[in-house]
């Protein structure tokens, strides 16, 4: 049977909660997922829980798109996956119904601004990477991936996925993996001497026997 699902995040001084759980439960959310005030922007447990209970007929429902979205491609990554999954989504504020002819429109224009973004990026990256140059302070483009090894390796830790990790941090999956894969000799080289230790106890060494004392044999 299909489900109502509501997604609530707290702002950073921990409040508006009460409002929001008020406001889900009135749009008929039975399931609501709620994250913890000290939870940062990237740490969302619970968005991370709710992705992956969501099943093909499902409504998802938030009461505006701050409350869920980090900008407007992490938004359209949520739309596009909710819809891949055959999910709804409602965002009270915004009035946003993606399962009606406008929430359709309104995926094409997350689309649109999405890609606009992108390309403003990228011209604003080229801009100041000319100016570097010109300046002599251009040191080129530090490896995306490899400077957010501590990030994969942690978020790891927490038992999200491969995919999951690579989606929080904007790299690909095949970096995550190769990450991780380059960090695994570090942590088998940490548990071989502790091994080896238990499981080759040191031998001890047998002392010589004594010899008789010289005065003492002269006794007999």
Same mark, same amino acid.
């Given at each position: 049977?299909?489900?109502?699902?509501?997604? #609530?995040?707290?702002?950073?001084?921990? =409040?508006?909660?009460?409002?929001?759980?008020?406001?889900?439960?009135?749009?008929?959310?039975?399931?609501?997922?709620?994250?913890? %005030?000290?939870?940062?922007?990237?740490?969302?447990?619970?968005?991370?829980?709710?992705?992956?209970?969501?099943?093909?007929?499902?409504?998802?429902?938030?009461?505006?798109?701050?409350?869920?979205?980090?900008?407007?491609?992490?938004?359209?990554?949520?739309?596009?996956?909710?819809?891949?999954?055959?999910?709804? &989504?409602?965002?009270?504020?915004?009035? $946003?119904?993606?399962?009606?002819?406008?929430?359709?429109?309104?995926?094409?224009?997350?689309?649109?601004?999405?890609? &606009?973004?992108?390309?403003?990026?990228?011209?604003?990256?080229?801009?100041?990477?000319?100016?570097?140059?010109?300046?002599?302070?251009?040191k080129?483009?530090q %490896?995306?991936?490899?400077?957010?090894?501590?990030?994969? #390796?942690?978020l790891?830790?927490?038992?999200?996925?491969r995919?999951? $990790?690579?989606?929080?941090?904007?790299?690909?999956?095949?970096?995550?993996?190769? $990450?991780?894969?380059? =960090?695994?000799?570090?942590?088998?080289?940490?548990?071989?001497?502790?091994?080896?230790?238990?499981?080759? %106890?040191?031998? #001890?060494?047998?002392?010589?026997?004594?010899?008789?004392?010289?005065?003492? #044999?002269? &006794? &007999?």
């Amino acid at each position: 049977m299909p489900r109502i699902l509501g997604y #609530l995040r707290p702002d950073v001084n921990g =409040h508006n909660v009460q409002s929001q759980f008020e406001r889900l439960t009135a749009n008929g959310a039975t399931t609501i997922y709620q994250e913890q %005030p000290a939870g940062g922007k990237r740490a969302r447990p619970q968005f991370d829980k709710l992705m992956a209970d969501i099943l093909g007929g499902d409504t998802v429902v938030v009461t505006s798109l701050d409350r869920i979205a980090l900008n407007i491609r992490h938004l359209q990554e949520i739309v596009e996956s909710l819809n891949s999954a055959e999910v709804t &989504f409602k965002v009270i504020d915004q009035g $946003i119904d993606t399962s009606t002819q406008h929430g359709t429109v309104i995926r094409m224009l997350l689309g649109a601004i999405s890609d &606009f973004e992108r390309q403003v990026a990228r011209e604003s990256q080229a801009k100041g990477i000319a100016r570097a140059k010109r300046e002599g302070r251009y040191k080129g483009r530090q %490896p995306t991936a490899r400077a957010k090894s501590d990030e994969v #390796l942690a978020l790891n830790a927490q038992g999200l996925t491969r995919q999951k $990790i690579a989606d929080q941090l904007g790299i690909g999956v095949a970096s995550v993996y190769r $990450i991780l894969k380059n =960090h695994a000799p570090e942590q088998k080289k940490s548990t071989k001497p502790w091994k080896k230790a238990v499981d080759q %106890p040191k031998r #001890l060494e047998r002392k010589p026997a004594r010899e008789p004392d010289a005065v003492q #044999l002269s &006794f &007999f």
